[in-house]
């Protein structure tokens, strides 16, 4: 009996000190950093790997350090043009300094996401409609400057911020359809303006070339007319340019159709039809 007590007194004892040693016995992944606490008091970090605490005395907060992606609620927005747009943003971010994430602010993942949400109205406040649909890198890049400055007194490095989505007013909708259409015209306007100076200068080109020997004229005239034989059943009479140019010639001779014709009762104010026009 003797023994047995014995016994039991040196084995209570020692699971005493086995219970407080592993009550102590801590943790840390190696995407985390321990913040240790003794009597109330910041003593240091613990990084990742096995770590024990005295017990009753030291406390540790874990801290994560992987980069965290949070979105920011869909915000009211009035642009500086007084445009009234719905935006949504998320923010990436990652706490570099985990002491000064538990030591300089209470919950760093709830103040990390309100100065984002109130950093996107005040930045989106300072630029017109026009440019937050096309200088959207440039928005990013400045929130996500203003954001890192504001929370590197919490260890906080802000990475990236992306504006996700604008939700236009339907109004503003059609008014930008209405502009892209119109723009739309213009340019098919200009270019079929460019494509008929093209060709006019191409048709005098050819003029030119033609007016060099009249037997490429004369060549031209036969390949219209065979080109409008192919199109289907058509009767044609072709007339030799040089008995055209005769009539023309012979017209040109006689006044037919000048001004003060007396044959033609014209008066010299009125204006006579062109040469082989009809009336």
């Given at each position: 009996?003797?023994?047995?007590?014995?016994?039991?007194?040196?084995?209570?004892?020692?699971?005493?000190?086995?219970?407080?040693?592993?009550?102590g016995?801590?943790?840390?992944?190696?995407?985390q950093?321990?913040?240790?606490f003794?009597?109330?008091?910041?003593?240091?970090?613990?990084?990742?790997?096995?770590?024990?605490?005295?017990?009753?005395?030291?406390?540790?907060?874990?801290?994560?350090?992987?980069?965290?992606?949070?979105?920011?609620?869909?915000?009211?927005?009035?642009?500086?043009?007084?445009?009234?747009?719905?935006v949504?943003?998320?923010?990436?971010?990652?706490?570099i300094?985990?002491?000064k994430?538990?030591l300089?602010?209470?919950?760093?993942?709830y103040?990390t996401?309100?100065?984002?949400?109130?950093?996107?109205r005040?930045?989106?406040?300072?630029?017109?409609l026009?440019?937050?649909?096309?200088?959207?890198?440039?928005?990013?890049?400045?929130?996500?400057?203003?954001?890192?400055?504001h929370?590197?007194?919490?260890?906080i490095?802000?990475?990236?911020?992306?504006?996700?989505h604008?939700?236009?007013?339907?109004?503003?909708?059609?008014?930008?359809?209405?502009q892209?259409?119109?723009?739309?015209?213009?340019?098919?306007?200009?270019?079929a303006?460019?494509?008929e100076?093209?060709?006019?200068?191409?048709?005098?080109?050819a003029?030119?070339?033609?007016?060099?020997?009249?037997?490429?004229?004369?060549l031209?005239y036969?390949?219209?007319?065979?080109?409008?034989?192919?199109?289907?059943?058509?009767?044609?009479?072709?007339?030799?340019?040089?008995?055209?140019?005769a009539?023309?010639?012979?017209?040109a001779?006689?006044?037919?159709g000048?001004?003060?014709?007396?044959r033609?009762?014209?008066?010299?104010?009125?204006?006579?039809?062109?040469?082989?026009?009809?009336?």
């Open positions: 009996m003797t023994d047995v007590f014995g016994l039991l007194g040196f084995l209570i004892p020692l699971g005493i000190v086995l219970l407080l040693f592993l009550s016995v801590r943790i840390v992944n190696e995407y950093n321990g913040v240790v003794r009597l109330g008091r910041y003593v240091g970090l613990k990084r990742a790997g096995f770590r024990w605490l005295i017990p009753f005395v030291e406390r540790m907060v874990i801290i994560d350090l992987r980069t965290v992606a949070r979105d920011v609620p869909p915000q009211d927005v009035i642009t500086r043009d007084n445009v009234s747009v719905k949504n943003a998320v923010v990436y971010f990652r706490v300094q985990a002491d994430a538990v300089q602010v209470e919950d760093y993942l103040a996401s309100q100065l984002a949400q109130t950093t996107l005040a930045i989106l406040g300072q630029v017109e026009d440019q937050l649909l096309t200088e959207r890198e440039r928005i990013n890049r400045e929130i996500q400057q203003v954001l890192d400055a929370t590197d007194p919490w260890g490095k802000v990475s990236n911020v992306e504006v996700k604008i939700d236009l007013p339907l109004e503003m909708q059609r008014a930008i359809a209405r892209a259409e119109a723009e739309r015209e213009r340019r098919a306007k200009i270019i303006a460019e494509g100076h093209q060709a006019a200068e191409k048709l005098s080109m003029a030119d070339v033609l007016s060099r020997n009249p037997a490429t004229l004369q031209r036969l390949q219209t007319l065979v080109e409008i034989t192919t199109g289907g059943n058509h009767t044609i009479l072709p007339i030799p340019l040089d008995i055209l140019r009539v023309g010639a012979a017209a001779r006689s006044g037919f000048s001004r003060g014709d007396s033609h009762g014209l008066d010299d104010d009125e204006e006579s039809p062109p040469a082989g026009g009809l009336t």
